[in-house]
């Protein structure tokens, strides 16, 4: 079975810090994609990333950066947290193409004070 | 600009009945259309996928259909059952790198 792993299930951060929210997968997946959810809007394409080191910008980018140094491990930061970033965070991965199913995560619940 | 519209309104059916879920898009030719479930607390889980040469796919009591001339996809659940309620997403995928882009998705609530 296919394994995506978010490093924390609930995190609570402060205003100003940065924040590294990790996510694994253990299916040599060529693709990952962090999403964030919110009531009403759906899910919502942060940062995609096709390869080792190839990122591609997604329809929410301002704020977050990413970090793909090894194809199985894929990083969202949050360089200076705010309020407004307080939502469900979503890793998922997939097989390289346009045809192929992406295997979620279980989310990670972010709360910035 | 790219848009994928769902119902945002909750559909409520009897269980038994058919559900039928909506998935509309526009400035966007997408070659691949997916959809998937999501449970309260999870990540969405996938269901089914539709090229976009194909008008029908079924899968046990799911049926998807894709119309590119009318930009929808129409998802169907029959002899639809309490344990079916949830979320449903549908997403779209054009680029060659697989880039997948979800609507708003639509909450089914099957009543026994």
């Known amino acids: 079975d296919v394994k995506v792993t978010q490093s924390s299930r609930y995190l609570v951060k402060r205003t100003g810090e940065k924040v590294f929210l990790e996510c694994v997968q253990d299916?040599?997946?060529?693709?990952m994609f962090w999403y964030r959810q919110d009531p009403g809007l759906g899910l919502r394409l942060i940062y995609f990333?096709?390869?080792?080191?190839?990122?591609e910008k997604g329809d929410i980018p301002e704020g977050y950066s990413v970090s793909r140094e090894k194809k199985e491990r894929f990083s969202l930061i949050l360089e200076s947290a705010s309020t407004n970033q307080t939502s469900m965070y979503l890793c998922?991965?997939?097989?390289?193409?346009?045809?192929?199913?992406?295997?979620f995560g279980q989310g990670t619940r972010l709360t910035v004070v | 600009s790219q848009k994928i519209e769902q119902n945002s309104e909750a559909l409520n059916i009897q269980e038994g009945k058919t559900a039928t879920l909506t998935c509309n898009y526009t400035n966007y030719s997408p070659a691949y259309l997916q959809w998937y479930r999501q449970d309260p607390g999870r990540g969405p889980v996938f269901l089914l996928l539709?090229?976009?040469?194909?008008k029908e796919k079924r899968k046990e009591r799911l049926k998807v259909t894709f119309d590119t001339t009318l930009k929808q996809s129409l998802f169907h659940i029959t002899a639809s059952q309490p344990a079916d309620s949830a979320t449903y997403l549908c997403a779209l995928s054009r680029s060659n790198t697989g880039k997948l882009i979800f609507g708003q998705g639509t909450t089914l609530q099957v009543k026994p």
């Open positions: 299916m040599d997946h060529e693709n």
């Open positions: 990333s096709y390869d080792v080191k190839m990122k």
């Open positions: 539709i090229r976009e040469n194909e």
């Open positions: 998922a991965s997939s097989l390289e193409g346009m045809s192929t199913e992406a295997f």
